[in-house]
C-alpha cells in the first residue's frame, strides 16, 4: 500500500509502559439493548507508549504478561537510546531481535510497540493513521455484534438478542448459546429476523464433531462458525464442514501462518493487528485474504488499525464491535469512537494518531 504522507524517520528517545486506571465508562457509551448488562467496575490495564521529542504514541490496553515482554523485546532490537526507527520496517526489527519473538505473547507485546510508533507517526504529522496510509475517505465501517458477556438464559438473553438486530444484520454469541436457549430458538430467529443472521463463537474448545452436530440445528441462521477448530487444527478441516462459513485466524501471529487458513479452507479471515505483530503486518494478511479469495473481518482486540485499515481502502468486509468490551477497551481515550450506534455503522477516527490523545488525567500522570 502505498503511503500518502510518508512518517519516515523517528528519533525514539523514550519507551514508556505505564499502568493505569479509568474510571467505567459511562453506560450511554454501550448500545441501549445491553445497558442492563455492563460492568461498573474501574478499567484497569497498561498502556506502552514511544516517545519522540514532545510527541508520544500509545496503545493500550495491554495485557499485563505482555507489557512485561515489552522492554526485553524493544531493548533487544533498540540497545541505545535515542534510536532511529522506520515505521514499516519496526516489527520486523523487532520480530527479529529475540528468538521465539515471532509469536505468542512475544507477538502481542511486539504488536503493541508497533501500534505505538504509528500513532506517534500520527502524532508528529497531526494526521490519523488512515491518511498515513493512503487516500482515506473515512467513511464509516460496517460492523457485526458480539455479545459477550450478555447471559443467554432465558427472557433476557432473548430480549438482547432481538433487540441488538434491531441495529446490526449479524450479531455473535458465545457457543453457550446452544445450551442455555430452548431447542427451537434458532427456529423462531430465522423465522422473525431471517436467515444468516447469527454467529457461533466456539474459541476451538469442542471437538469437530461435536461442533458439527451443534451447527447442524442452527444452519439457517448461521452467518458462520467461529473457531470451530483448535488453532492448531484449522487447516485439518474441510470445506462445507461446519454447514456455515467457517471464520478463524485471530490467532494469525504473523503472515505465514495464513497457510493454515488456506489450507482449512476458511471462508472469514480475522485477524488481530495486536496478535498478528502490529498494523504492517495486519495489512498484508488482509491482502492475503483478498487473494485467497476470503472475506477480512478483523478481530475486535484491534478495533482501531482495523478501521484506519478499512478506511485507507484495505478490503475490509466488516469489524467486531464487542457491545460490552469495547467501551471499556477504548476508556484510556480522551475522544474515543461511538461504538453505541444503531445503524451498525462505526466512525473512522479523525483525530491524530489512533483516536487523538489520552485521557488528560493519564496525559499528566
Not at 500518502?4 to 509502559?17: F, I, S
Not at 508497533?114 to 504529522?125: F, I
Not at 432465558?154 to 438486530?165: F, I, L, N
Request: proline share 7%; net charge negative; charged share 20%.
Amino acid at each position: 500500500m502505498t503511503m500518502k504522507h510518508e512518517p519516515g524517520e523517528l528519533a525514539v528517545d523514550a519507551l514508556l509502559v505505564r499502568e493505569y486506571e479509568v474510571a467505567a465508562p459511562d453506560d450511554r457509551r454501550h448500545l441501549p439493548a445491553v445497558r442492563g448488562h455492563v460492568r461498573r467496575d474501574a478499567v484497569r490495564g497498561w498502556l506502552v507508549g514511544l516517545r519522540a521529542g514532545r510527541h508520544t504514541g500509545w496503545w493500550g490496553p495491554v495485557p499485563g504478561d505482555a507489557a512485561r515482554c515489552v522492554r526485553r523485546l524493544f531493548e533487544a532490537a533498540f540497545p541505545e537510546l535515542p534510536a532511529v526507527v522506520d515505521v514499516v520496517s519496526f516489527a520486523h526489527r523487532l520480530r527479529r531481535a529475540t528468538r521465539h519473538a515471532h509469536s505468542g505473547i512475544y507477538a502481542v507485546a511486539g504488536g503493541a510497540l508497533e501500534l505505538a510508533l504509528w500513532d506517534l507517526a500520527g502524532q508528529r504529522t497531526d494526521l490519523p493513521v488512515y491518511a498515513l496510509l493512503g487516500a482515506g475517505t473515512a467513511q464509516d465501517v460496517p460492523a457485526y455484534a458480539t455479545c459477550f458477556g450478555v447471559d443467554p438464559h432465558g427472557a433476557p438473553g432473548r430480549s438482547v438478542m432481538t433487540a441488538v438486530a434491531d441495529s446490526y444484520h449479524v450479531q455473535k454469541w458465545n457457543h453457550a448459546l446452544t445450551e442455555a436457549l430452548p431447542d427451537q430458538t434458532a427456529v423462531r430467529f430465522v423465522e422473525q429476523l431471517g436467515a444468516g443472521r447469527l454467529a457461533l463463537d466456539f474459541h476451538g474448545a469442542w471437538h469437530a464433531s461435536r461442533v458439527e452436530q451443534t451447527c447442524a440445528d442452527y444452519a439457517q441462521a448461521l452467518a458462520w462458525v467461529e473457531e470451530p477448530c483448535h488453532p492448531e487444527e484449522v487447516h485439518l478441516a474441510a470445506p462445507g464442514q461446519f454447514g456455515a462459513p467457517h471464520a478463524a485466524g485471530e490467532h494469525c501471529y504473523g503472515a505465514a501462518d495464513t497457510v493454515l487458513l488456506e489450507r482449512g479452507a476458511v471462508d472469514i479471515w480475522q485477524p488481530d493487528a495486536v496478535f498478528c505483530g502490529g498494523m504492517t503486518n495486519l495489512l498484508e494478511i488482509i491482502r492475503l485474504a483478498a487473494c485467497a479469495g476470503a472475506a477480512c473481518m478483523p478481530h475486535g482486540g484491534g478495533l482501531l488499525p482495523a478501521l484506519h485499515a478499512a478506511a485507507a481502502g484495505a478490503p475490509v468486509t466488516q469489524v467486531e464491535n464487542h457491545l460490552l468490551l469495547e467501551p471499556r477497551r477504548l476508556a484510556h481515550l480522551a475522544d474515543p469512537p461511538a461504538t453505541n450506534r444503531t445503524d451498525g455503522l462505526i466512525e473512522v477516527p479523525k483525530r491524530p494518531g489512533w483516536s487523538g490523545p489520552l485521557r488528560k488525567e493519564l496525559v499528566d500522570a
